[in-house]
């Protein structure tokens, strides 16, 4: 069996007090991340997307393939064609391809198929997922875990975004393989997610929605008898 060259690991041992303490602070900064629907046309500048993007990209990975493109659209002709092309499949959704339970869910979040977001974010970011490598000779070479590994990556960008002070939305148009042609995106890239990033409009409003408490989303298997 072949092993490769290995480094030591790179960790910083804490004691438990700090710990607590920075597991608390981080769940207070991340309890403030909400999905945004309403952005302000102010900039962001692209070194703070870039730092944002090389965080996403240490997630973990299958076999360490990192099968993930992050798209980073911030022209504003091709943004509206993008806008155009999710609010026409939009419309068909909300107007048929989405069941009454479906449409009773999403009441709360005042969604329709208006997507002006898509035109005023700074940014829109287009996670590709890479279902398989592709080699310069021109193979095909495996992916692994490639969903479970684009929604880790997507999950760190999102809160790098939000640890840089920058609101995000992750938006679902259904189909979106618009997206694969209005970026050109190779024959081995599916689109994954579409996150317009920037900042809230002045006086922006969201759901008032509740976070299930601990005892609805925590099992804990201690030791000892009975549960
Ligand atoms: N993709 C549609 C509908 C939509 C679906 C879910 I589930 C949401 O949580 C929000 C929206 C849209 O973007 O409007």
Not at 14 to 43: C, G, N, Y
Not at 190 to 215: E, N, S, W
Request: hydrophobic share 40%; aromatic share 8%; charged share 25%.
């Amino acid at each position: 069996m072949s092993h490769s060259a290995t480094i030591p690991l790179e960790f910083t041992a804490r004691t438990e007090a700090d710990m607590l303490k920075r597991a608390r602070a981080f769940h207070v900064e991340m309890s403030t991340r909400r999905t945004v629907r309403e952005f302000s046309d102010r900039e962001v500048p692209l070194a703070v997307m870039h730092e944002i993007v090389r965080t996403a990209s240490t997630a973990p990975s299958g076999a360490h393939k990192q099968p993930w493109t992050f798209c980073l659209v911030d022209d504003p002709a091709l943004k509206r064609r993008i806008r155009v092309a999710a609010e026409e499949e939009e419309y068909l959704n909300y107007h048929g391809r989405m069941s009454a339970e479906w449409l009773h869910d999403l009441e709360p979040f005042g969604t329709d198929h208006h997507k002006p977001f898509l035109e005023t974010a700074p940014w829109l970011v287009v996670v590709f997922k890479q279902v398989h490598g592709l080699v310069p000779e021109g193979g095909k070479r495996n992916h692994y875990y490639v969903t479970e590994s684009v929604g880790l990556a997507t999950g760190l960008l999102l809160a790098a975004a939000h640890h840089a002070g920058l609101a995000t939305l992750t938006h679902t148009p259904s189909p979106m393989n618009f997206l694969t042609e209005l970026l050109e995106r190779p024959a081995n890239e599916r689109p994954f997610l579409l996150i317009p990033m920037g900042f809230p409009a002045k006086g922006c409003r969201v759901p008032d929605l509740i976070r299930k408490p601990l005892d609805q989303v925590l099992v804990r298997y201690g030791p000892g008898p009975g549960r």
